[in-house]
């Protein structure tokens, strides 16, 4: 008897739990947060998940060893042979610059992987919504039966809404990650060459890191080029070029581990240099429209900014943001905002026939 009752009171109550998810679903389109439905989580089932992880850790590794691999071979081969007629005063200040564009390349690629940007609520008080640097409260949770929102007080059009994966108000702009599974601050993209989401306190150091693999692979590559072509073809064919020609030339010992290492960093560099450099360039537009990627390809809604595109940037990279290409400011110079209160933005909802 027992268990036939709690079976209707679950028949019962499911009609008023899908009706429940079904409103907040409809409530987070209309703000703009992705919120998927059952049938596209069921999609991302464990397997999935754990292939995709996978994969981003092999992306990592691989980036890892090119990036030190090439880093070793620029400075005690490739830099000497290329620069050796110009003196070593030359050769000196490239090995500088080499040195320092690894340093912009390491130090942007672990701020930007160990720097967290998920939403977590506090553990004393989990309705007060803070800030990673301050403790000032942002947002008051308030009981409401039928969407459980949280309204920015000074901004009543942008409000707080409700996780259905986490089970907790999300801030504006953020959004749930599927493979973090997290809500992530202004959540821009989940990159596989760091392995985690870029939101907002690691987009600086994201943007920073693509315009250094970007300037370091067209350096590292035209070094690479011209090695090739003056040293290693004085050896060896064009078609010793290919990969996979390379690679069986090397397992007979009739390559060097060091041609073998720049042929295929060569291959890399070009790949990823393109990638970034893309990535970078689409980055900077969207800062300084003050919007993310997602909101610039929804057509649900729009975004409206009344800010500057200076106070954009500072938004994202702090105050001096130039800088940032220069040396990891976050310490000195911190962003304008929380990445939960956005000031000078309207979401609009579109009309779709």
Avoid at 173 to 202: A, D, M, P
Avoid at 255 to 261: E, H, K, N, Y
Avoid at 328 to 338: I, K, S
């Amino acid at each position: 008897m027992r268990t036939s009752s709690k079976m209707a009171t679950q028949r019962t109550n499911a009609p008023k739990s899908d009706e429940r998810n079904r409103r907040q679903y409809d409530f987070n389109e209309r703000q703009g947060r992705t919120i998927p439905s059952a049938e596209h989580r069921a999609r991302f089932s464990n397997s999935q998940k754990t292939l995709m992880k996978c994969t981003h850790l092999a992306v990592q590794v691989y980036f890892i060893v090119s990036l030190v691999s090439g880093f070793y071979v620029e400075l005690n081969y490739v830099v000497p042979l290329c620069y050796e007629q110009y003196g070593e005063v030359v050769t000196y200040h490239m090995k500088v610059l080499t040195c320092f564009l690894f340093y912009g390349v390491a130090a942007n690629w672990i701020c930007t992987r160990f720097y967290s940007t998920h939403f977590t609520l506090t553990q004393d008080k989990p309705n007060l919504v803070k800030t990673l640097w301050d403790d000032h409260k942002v947002g008051e949770a308030i009981s409401d039966t039928n969407e459980r929102q949280v309204l920015c007080k000074t901004h009543p059009h942008l409000m707080y809404s409700e996780c259905l994966v986490c089970q907790h108000q999300a801030p504006p702009r953020s959004h749930h990650c599927w493979l973090c599974n997290q809500c992530t601050l202004k959540h821009e993209v989940h990159s596989i060459l760091i392995g985690k989401c870029i939101g907002f306190y690691n987009q600086r150091y994201f943007i920073v890191l693509c315009f250094y693999i970007s300037i370091c692979s067209i350096i590292y590559w035209s070094h690479y080029a011209y090695y090739l072509h003056n040293f290693f073809l004085l050896r060896h064919q064009y078609y010793d070029l290919l990969l996979t020609r390379t690679i069986w030339l090397w397992v007979q010992q009739q390559v060097s581990l060091q041609d073998l290492v720049i042929i295929t960093n060569s291959y890399s560099f070009l790949l990823l240099g393109a990638m970034t450099l893309k990535m970078f360039l689409w980055q900077m537009y969207a800062v300084s429209k003050g919007q993310t990627t997602y909101e610039l390809r929804n057509r649900q809604f729009q975004v409206h900014r009344n800010t500057s595109v200076k106070k954009n940037f500072q938004e994202v990279f702090g105050e001096f943001w130039p800088l940032n290409f220069f040396i990891p400011t976050q310490l000195f110079f911190r962003q304008r905002t929380d990445g939960k209160e956005w000031r000078g933005m309207e979401i609009t909802p579109l009309c779709t026939k």
